[in-house]
């Protein structure tokens, strides 16, 4: 028997018509050695996968894999067997045509996935706080610290700091009063910069993840966020466990490239 777990997937597809589509996947965890149509390439992390086509993977233990389609589908496919893993599963058809704004997050965060590893972090702790946005860059040079701090309790604070081309983080301290805070960070250029919040006992508080953008381009920019981030919100409420924050980091990421580039930002 085949160990295939879709979440809420059979309820779905009996009430909604399948619309077939050319839209790929991602491949977003991929354990074990998996091939797509019996091929001779093994599937990595990050490539795409579409509708239709057949997984096997090469284990005599155990495989997982986890694909993420643009019509908001979470797939997990598992097998512990080597017959069932060599006998396969077929990628089922998407249930609905995935929107112009899906296709062009899906194309965002593999360009990203593609690009160099991302800034290694420590595992998150389960009482900080996790937050990704994009914030313009004012007159001075600067960004204003009360909007990625928002819910940042009153106190004082060790803040790390580390642009995407950084070595290494800089650090400094933090006296924080509310919203109506008007402290300041500046930043050296536009793009991805990485904030980490310590409370007085050194434990961590906050982690930002922001995209610091000219504001000629910020509105932009911030309505391309704001509609992928509700995509992955609406998406995570079928399909529970969606990665919601690193997909949005990613996509800062890739937002922040056209910029370097001389491109238009996502639109």
């Known amino acids: 028997m085949h160990f295939l777990r879709v979440w809420f997937a059979a309820i779905l597809l009996s009430i909604t018509p399948v619309w077939m589509h050319a839209a790929t996947g991602i491949a977003w965890e991929v ?3 998996w091939r797509l149509n019996q ?3 093994f ?3 990050g490539d795409p996968v579409s509708p239709g086509v057949l997984l096997t993977a090469d284990t005599s233990t155990s495989a997982s894999l986890v694909i993420l389609m ?8 598992d097998c512990y067997k080597a017959h069932t893993c060599a006998q396969g599963f077929r990628v089922p058809a998407l249930m609905k045509k995935p929107d112009s704004d ?3 997050l899906f194309e965002a ?7 160099s590893a991302k800034i290694a972090t420590p595992q998150l702790a389960a009482n900080t706080v996790e937050t990704e946005l994009v914030v313009p860059i004012q007159q001075d040079g600067t960004i204003l610290l009360k909007q990625p701090l928002a819910a940042l309790p009153p106190g004082q604070y060790r803040m790390t700091v580390q642009g995407e081309g950084d070595a290494r983080p800089s650090e400094r301290s933090l006296t924080w009063s509310d919203t109506s805070d008007e402290a300041r960070l500046s930043v050296p250029h ?3 910069y990485r904030l980490q919040l310590f409370g007085s006992l050194g434990g961590e508080r906050m982690r930002v993840v922001c995209l610091a953008t000219p504001s000629d381009v910020f509105s932009s920019r911030q309505k391309a966020f704001a ?4 995509d992955l919100l609406e998406w995570n409420e079928s399909f529970q466990g969606w990665p919601i924050h690193e997909w949005l980091q990613l996509f800062l990421r890739t937002m922040a490239q056209p910029q370097e580039n001389g491109k238009n930002p996502p639109e």
């Not at 643009?70 to 496919?77: A, E, M, N, V």
């Not at 965060?109 to 690009?115: D, E, I, N």
């Open 31 to 33: 354990h074990g050695h």
């Open 39 to 41: 091929t001779q390439n």
């Open 43 to 45: 599937l990595l992390r």
């Open 70 to 77: 643009p019509d908001g589908q979470r797939l997990i496919f």
């Open 102 to 104: 899906a296709i062009e």
């Open 109 to 115: 965060v593999r360009r990203a996935m593609q690009q």
């Open 190 to 192: 536009a793009g991805v």
């Open 227 to 230: 509609e992928a981030r509700n």
